[in-house]
């Protein structure tokens, strides 16, 4: 990996941390997303330490705003002309109901849009460094939903937070298929992956630690 350029998001704890972790530790040139400047920090130093790779930085953004979003992206080119690797892990569950800034379900704003915007706002930077690939995480919880295009955002009824979650996870699938898809021959492949039974902080908000 040595000369690649990954970013990962929510890199400061759990999956997003090994993987960063990992790809360091390999060579790569890792930019690390959080949102707390203190922990981004934080974590920089830890993986330089334990990898003896000193090109890791982070860049914060709150992957729930399009606006930061919009500002992640456009500090990533200003300061890297590359980007080999874009592992889309940020994500969450709430227990109960929230919405973003921009009106929107916080669980899907965070776990779908997020990957989303981004992808789109980095993909010329990755299609200009192909071969390049995208990692989006999911869960194998995607077989249990479906997509209420009547309903995207829970307005309705009692809200279900583990519904909203499968439902975002089967949109990081949807999602990665079709950019696959129209990213045929341009030397850009999209994956999704189940990560496993992993236990992180990822479902903190349910009191559960463990990340499915």
Same mark, same amino acid.
């Not at 974590?43 to 729930?64: C, K, P």
């Given at each position: !990996?040595? /000369?690649?350029?990954?970013?990962?998001? $929510?890199?400061?704890? /759990?999956?997003?941390?090994?993987?960063?972790?990992?790809?360091?530790?390999? /060579?790569? %040139?890792? &930019?690390?997303?959080?949102?707390?400047?203190?922990?981004?920090?934080?974590?920089?130093? #830890?993986?330089?330490?334990?990898?003896?790779?000193?090109?890791?930085?982070? !860049?914060?953004?709150?992957?729930?705003?399009? #606006?930061?979003? =919009?500002?992640?992206?456009?500090?990533?080119?200003?300061?890297?002309?590359?980007?080999?690797?874009?592992?889309?892990?940020? $994500?969450?569950? *709430?227990?109960?109901?929230?919405?973003?800034?921009?009106?929107?379900? !916080?669980?899907?704003?965070?776990?779908?849009? $997020? +990957?989303?915007?981004?992808?789109? #706002?980095?993909?010329?930077?990755? %299609?200009?460094?192909?071969?390049?690939? &995208?990692?989006?995480?999911?869960?194998?919880?995607? *077989?249990?939903? =479906?997509?209420?295009?009547?309903?995207?955002?829970?307005?309705?009824? &009692? +809200?279900?937070?583990?519904?909203?979650?499968?439902?975002?996870?089967?949109?990081?699938?949807?999602?990665? +298929?079709?950019?696959?898809?129209?990213?045929?021959?341009?030397?850009?492949?999209?994956?999704?992956?189940?990560?496993?039974?992993?236990?992180?902080?990822?479902?903190?908000?349910?009191?559960?630690?463990?990340?499915?």
């Amino acid at each position: !990996m040595i /000369g690649k350029v990954c970013l990962v998001t $929510g890199a400061t704890s /759990g999956i997003g941390l090994e993987t960063a972790k990992q790809l360091a530790r390999r /060579g790569a %040139t890792v &930019i690390v997303v959080g949102r707390n400047a203190e922990k981004s920090a934080a974590t920089v130093a #830890r993986i330089r330490q334990q990898t003896g790779n000193a090109a890791v930085e982070f !860049m914060l953004a709150d992957l729930s705003s399009q #606006r930061d979003i =919009r500002e992640l992206a456009r500090q990533f080119k200003s300061r890297h002309p590359q980007l080999d690797v874009l592992v889309n892990n940020a $994500g969450g569950v *709430w227990i109960s109901r929230h919405e973003n800034a921009d009106g929107i379900e !916080m669980t899907f704003a965070v776990n779908h849009l $997020g +990957y989303f915007s981004l992808t789109n #706002r980095l993909l010329d930077t990755l %299609t200009a460094s192909a071969p390049a690939r &995208i990692v989006n995480v999911s869960s194998a919880l995607h *077989w249990q939903a =479906r997509l209420n295009f009547d309903d995207l955002h829970f307005k309705r009824g &009692i +809200y279900n937070p583990l519904a909203a979650y499968n439902q975002s996870k089967l949109a990081n699938v949807l999602f990665t +298929y079709e950019l696959a898809r129209r990213l045929n021959g341009t030397r850009v492949t999209a994956n999704a992956l189940h990560p496993g039974g992993v236990r992180t902080n990822h479902s903190r908000a349910m009191g559960d630690s463990s990340n499915g």
